[in-house]
């Protein structure tokens, strides 16, 4: 594998995490998505429309105007744009030319969440959007949180995707116990345009997190469980009583945590990651909310920092090779996956070039 | 129109601003006009030097070096060239090669401005500067700004140009009442290398402004005309009570200011923008000029702020097809006339790509 | 001449200063040269290891990892790599790939300086680098100063092989009398790969910082005496009491500075510049010590400021021509060295192009 995939275009045909519904209101809300500048607003109605932040008539920025009803007013020359984004007034004149549009984009708003589609219009599908109900489900309490991170977004799934980088990485805040570690039973596998990774640990002893905040004092069965798709990573973690049936499909009770990962690509070079966890257990208890949360926080932002360096110093040598692991397993699927749709979009494929077998 | 014209090159054969004449002494004083790196100091004889700032010898700047008389010593090695840009002096040597020259650029100084040409030294003719007398004429008292523009020139030309923006960008300033605004008569016209607009406003009630400033009490006839050629942007406004004639050719008394605008490129991308405001009614008003000084300086600041977030935007995309107006009249007189020009240097010509005729 | 030189490859057959042996520890030190990452670490039997600060696996700098006995282990997903830049570990997997390695350099100890070889491994010869016994001779006290300069490297040589600069650039600090200067009687020559220059003052006043320095009264005759090979320039200084015998090879007593000039290339347009200044007089005087070695930084600087807007200008028109002229033969014979040795790499050579003969 080399870098050059990181240049690759974007997967177009997909949908896209913008953010929580709660971030898109009637004022302007300027993204940019797969190197696609946009702007999202809610209408009276509480639709969302989605446009190019970028005025058809001089290229102003239309994230910059003002609502007028429904309509956003560009800020320079005052023409108005529906939320289908067909301009409807030109200051001067009674005529609307017919190509003063901007591009809208379809928009669909599931779990609590805005999605975006970012390529052609007819094929968008909303019955494809993954469903995460934990955001919606009252039986669960949950946080969010955001960063932005300079790098492609596949260097984020490869790093979401191979958690053997957690007692390395992370050896300061979630790493856990090397030894322990290496005896969890790792299974990858691709099913059509997703990656399903499973990680179980058995009959360990509770680790003070666990103890401390699940209340286990034995030992217990410990899951993690991945699902990726372009776009979105989910990642299910939890703990029962061991040899209780947690691997036997048996997971009433016990500790139950869902995260969920939005990885969009902001520029080939940057990707906004937004994720929520969610859990179902002392949903009451404020304070080990707010601590779960930091804790993932300051989890992320080590990600973030060891992504960023090992970005820089991918790009400044893109052909620079690398060489696959037994861990890149489920790394490697994803590769796979994006470059098959890449191709599907008639785009350079940015295979990955392997230097060496995996070992 | 697309951007690729905002990354045409420079129209060389033309004379610029460099500043008033206030502003080039003894000391050097280090400008980029067209992308072209001159330095600039006064001669004993009150002479102004312009100079290429990149000794000939190893390329440092001139400008960071001392005057000697009349000369101007590299801070580096120590040679010496006159205000012609020939090399008087070497250290260490007797005999000194023709070759050691910078190039020195034809300069004028005429209604206290500081003009350079940038093009073919033959073909400078300072006949052809623009004759602006209110700088001079001690009936008129005036003030100067500048501000540095991320944008290509030609957008400041555009922005000035068309005068519908002032009611959305200006509306905190000078923005005026949009219903009276777009009752203007507007008259745009190409008179060879020159365009001229006029936005007349008749027999209105006097603006707030208006009234404070310039004493009105009644209606007013009011006049905004512009008078632009490649460089520089003449902006005359006034008032006078109305029907006694401003618009049959009787404007004296009432309210008269003159607006110089110098649009000096920089480089492709940044834009050196210096303004003067005169006026010749209550000009032993220091607290009035301060006020009107101020007003400007805000308004060029709205300006600046649209200007540089429209440019990054199409700079993002120079391909992405724009849609001209009615408004647009005088901003596509104004492209062509650059197109012409650049044409007549043999230049790419960057031609303005229509993709919908004017509605 | 013109710029395109500064762009040229690096000369990577050669031996470059890593820096003091003390700045090389156990923990990770990294350090780009020609443009390479690399990572540099003491081994527990003080051995120096220099590797490519890329892990073989994911890319991610070694340099941000951990020390594990005398191995290196990558932050990111655990790899080990010894001082060789073999893996040793991959978690997870017992067996590892033979290509999971990185590139180990060539490197040397000497003379308190720590080397490393930039090109092909089997050419790296330890007796070609050069001698500098100051650094561990007790008689001699030395101090150590490092910048970074925004220019290609060669403009460091340039600098430095030219000294009439000195009553420009450092008139405030070193620059000394310049009509005394222009007596110096200066000879540039070539000997193989090096450039030997020698700049002898005869039989004038000792000048304050000799008086003061170095207790001389009367007439003196000073020398400055420079060899230069890329990456390294010694430049000898000293004076004794005139007509003695200085210039016949008799230099016992007197005043005798030696500096050692590491010029190490760090990208194409940056570049580690390391210097160190040692005396054999008044050792023992620390106040001295520290008041020359503020002089040397203070000199340093202002060359820094000189070269970086000298190069900042020469990039923006790599083809503007410059004109050599009588003080630069000893340049121009570094120059020719340089572009020869990037000929036998088959580099291009980025020949100088002598716009005009020297005068």
């Known amino acids: 594998m080399s870098l050059q995939q990181s240049d690759s275009p974007f997967v177009l045909n997909n949908w896209y995490v913008v953010g929580l519904g709660a971030d898109v209101t009637a004022a302007p809300l300027a993204r940019r998505i797969c190197n696609l500048p946009m702007m999202f607003y809610r209408t009276d109605s509480g639709e969302v429309a989605a446009l190019t932040d970028r005025c058809a008539h001089r290229g102003m920025p239309l994230s910059k105007g003002e609502r007028t009803g429904d309509n956003i007013r560009c800020i320079y020359h005052g023409l108005e744009f529906n939320s289908a984004g067909v301009c409807v007034k030109v200051p001067g004149q009674e005529r609307i030319p017919a190509s003063l549009r901007v591009r809208s984009y379809p928009v669909v708003e599931k779990d609590a969440l805005v999605w975006v589609w970012t390529g052609d219009a007819a094929k968008a599908d909303p019955t494809t959007i993954v469903s995460h109900p934990y955001h ?44 322990e570690d290496q005896k969890a ?143 890149d397993e489920g790394v490697m699927h994803a590769r796979r996956i994006v470059t098959e749709l890449l191709d599907r ?12 077998a995996v070992a």
């Open 136 to 179: 919606t489900d009252p039986a669960w309490v949950w946080t969010r949180g955001a960063i932005e991170v300079k790098a492609n977004w596949q260097f984020l799934n490869d790093n979401l995707l191979d958690l053997s980088h957690l007692q390395y990485v992370h050896k300061k805040t979630i790493g856990g116990n090397p030894e």
């Open 185 to 327: 039973e790792v299974k990858a596998e691709r099913v059509g345009s997703k990656v399903m990774i499973t990680r179980w640990l058995r009959d360990m002893d509770a680790p003070p997190f666990h103890r401390h905040v699940a209340g286990f004092t034995g030992r217990i069965d410990r899951w993690q469980e991945i699902e990726f798709r372009p776009g979105v990573l989910e990642f299910y973690s939890g703990a029962m009583d061991a040899n209780t049936g947690a691997f036997d499909g048996k997971r009433v009770g016990g500790m139950h945590i869902r995260h969920f990962h939005a990885i969009t690509p902001e520029t080939a070079h940057t990707t906004r990651y937004m994720f929520t966890q969610a859990r179902n257990f002392r949903t009451d208890n404020a304070g080990l909310t707010e601590k779960m949360h930091q804790l993932t926080v300051m989890t992320f932002e080590e990600d973030r920092a060891v992504l960023e360096e090992q970005y820089a110093r991918l790009r400044e040598d893109p052909d620079a090779p690398l060489v696959n692991i037994k861990v």
């Open 345 to 356: 979009e008639n785009k350079p494929s940015g295979a990955p070039v392997l230097t060496n």
